[in-house]
């Protein structure tokens, strides 16, 4: 391998291991969970939301049947009145991944008429980073004693992490490392 791809090289495993570190602190959800994105079986979307704590840069999958769903980010009004004419964004691919990268709601529904007033519609709060902070753990006093004679735990890991919270079968991280690994080869080759 000559200087030039050697150095390519270099550029593309450093480029992969800087987006796996960035998706790998990044959470990602299925809309709805096993049920995904539909108005059968009356999913209680509010409810499924409700129960989570969503993070600048976590990642919601909208899974469903193309033929008869789409997916359309709205303003807060359009999402409480049930308005599909002036969409922020739409997906229509029927497997959608939506990476939440600003904090606040994110209002979603289905344009399908009838859809959203039947209840496929959520409002996703990614929290603030303040609030989402964990306190930092005290920093051991000299000597490596905590002086209130406890030991000083480390940080756990964010409740949210990736490991846990990725999709059985399916990991951002694993088809961005692919996709960069495809890159790598058309560079080197």
């Not at 200087?3 to 809309?31: I, M, N, P």
């Not at 735990?153 to 990736?162: E, F, G, I, K």
Request: net charge positive; hydrophobic share 45%; glycine share 12%.
């Amino acid at each position: 391998m000559g200087v030039g791809a050697a150095r390519r090289a270099a550029v593309a495993a450093l480029l992969a291991v800087a987006v796996l570190a960035g998706v790998a602190s990044a959470a990602v959800y299925e809309v709805g969970g096993k049920i995904g994105w539909t108005v059968m079986g009356n999913p209680d979307y509010a409810g499924w939301a409700g129960n989570k704590t969503f993070h600048k840069n976590d990642v919601v999958v909208f899974t469903y049947n193309k033929q008869y769903h789409n997916v359309m980010a709205v303003s807060k009004a359009d999402y409480k009145n049930c308005v599909a004419n002036k969409p922020i964004a739409t997906w229509s691919t029927g497997n959608d991944s939506v990476v939440l990268n600003t904090t606040g709601h994110h209002y979603f529904i289905c344009g399908f008429t009838g859809h959203c007033a039947a209840g496929q519609k959520v409002d996703i709060r990614v929290a603030s980073s303040a609030a989402s902070s964990p306190a930092p753990a005290p920093a051991p006093s000299g000597g490596g004693s905590n002086p209130s004679g406890g030991a000083t735990a480390a940080p756990s890991p964010h409740p949210n992490a990736a490991p846990k919270a990725l999709l059985g079968g399916s990991s951002v991280a694993a088809t961005v490392a692919a996709s960069l690994l495809s890159l790598a080869a058309a560079v080197l080759a």
